[in-house]
């Protein structure tokens, strides 16, 4: 048996991070996002919103060719661009990063899933989202021999059919026994996205998030999460509640802005969230 509780600001919102005067960039959490190319939106989506979320740094390891794609686009993001994988390891074992986001537009690619394990074997947090979890088709024993601690994964129903060999079933009790079965499995958090949420931890915690609007059907939008997620995690959050917290929050900053939302206005919107919640 398991309690279902739907997601709300009083489970987590005491443990939301804030920035104290003793704090600078690198000590509010360096969140190191994986940069595709030629898909470069998804990332740089995901950079916006881990920042917005309070990350003091936030950087992209780029391919050297997609430097001036990255870079043209993003002011206080930083770009790190590499020329082959040995740098992209040194850019990964840089003490400073905090957690780690592979996925959005990485490609499904070997070096997408060799990056993601050498990002696990820092031992230190990190999401896996979109083709990063794609690479790993099947193959659950695999991630949870490489998965550690503070390990989060975001499949939307299409990535967790090929992850975990099951279509997520539409009746909420039997959805949710899912979830949690794929959680114990992987060793990870899993974050069964869709118009509700399902958040499950490998020791069966578990929270049903139901207040986001179906204008968060748009591209995009899942990049953000991956983003939100990733930066909470950077600033200290324990993993539960950073995956509780963000995915209540982008659900937040999509209804407060209404009709029309394309991905990049959440973002922008995300301040105003945190604003209310630190406030109350
Ligand atoms: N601006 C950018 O740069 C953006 C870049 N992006 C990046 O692009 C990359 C590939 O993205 P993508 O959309 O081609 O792949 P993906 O989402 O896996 O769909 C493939 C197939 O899966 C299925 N499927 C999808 N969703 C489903 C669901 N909820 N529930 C059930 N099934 C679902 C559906 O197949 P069907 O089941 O309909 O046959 C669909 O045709 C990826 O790296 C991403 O991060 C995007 O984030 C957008 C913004
Ligand atoms: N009908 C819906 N109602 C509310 N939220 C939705 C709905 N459909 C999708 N979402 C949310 O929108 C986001 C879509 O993410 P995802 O499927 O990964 O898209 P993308 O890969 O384009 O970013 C997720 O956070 C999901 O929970």
């Known amino acids: 048996m398991y309690d279902t509780q739907t997601n709300a600001p009083a489970l987590w919102q005491p443990l939301l991070p804030q920035p104290h005067a003793q704090s600078h960039k690198y000590s509010r959490g360096y969140v190191l996002i994986q940069g595709g190319y030629p898909v470069t939106g998804a990332a740089r989506l995901a950079a916006m919103a881990a920042a917005r979320c309070g990350a003091g740094m936030t950087a992209i390891a780029a391919p050297e060719v997609a430097l001036p794609i990255y870079a043209s686009a993003l002011l206080s993001v930083m770009v790190k661009p590499y020329a082959h994988a040995a740098e992209l390891q040194t850019l990964l074992e840089d ?31 990190v999401v896996i989202d979109a083709d990063a979890l794609t690479t790993f088709a099947g193959q659950t024993d695999t991630l949870k021999q490489a998965i550690g601690a503070s390990c989060v994964i975001t499949p939307h129903e299409g990535e967790f059919k090929s992850v975990f060999g099951i279509s997520a079933a539409h009746d909420r009790p039997t959805r ?39 204008t968060l059907a748009t591209a995009g939008a899942g990049d953000v999460l991956a983003g939100m997620i990733a930066s909470l995690l950077a600033q200290g959050m324990p993993a539960f509640e950073a995956c509780a917290a963000a995915t209540w929050m982008h659900a937040q900053a999509a209804r407060l802005f209404g009709v029309g939302l394309i991905a990049e206005d959440l973002p922008g919107m995300i301040p105003a969230v945190l604003q209310a919640l630190l406030k109350t």
């Open 95 to 125: 003490t400073r990063v905090s957690s780690y986001l592979i996925g959005p537009g990485a490609g499904i690619s070997q070096d997408t899933r060799l990056t993601t394990l050498a990002m696990l074997a820092t031992g230190k947090p």
């Open 176 to 214: 949710i026994t899912q979830v949690m079965t794929a959680a114990q499995a992987c060793g990870a958090i899993v974050l069964l996205k869709g118009a509700h949420t399902i958040i499950a931890t490998p020791e069966g915690r578990v929270l049903i998030n139901e207040q986001a609007p179906s």
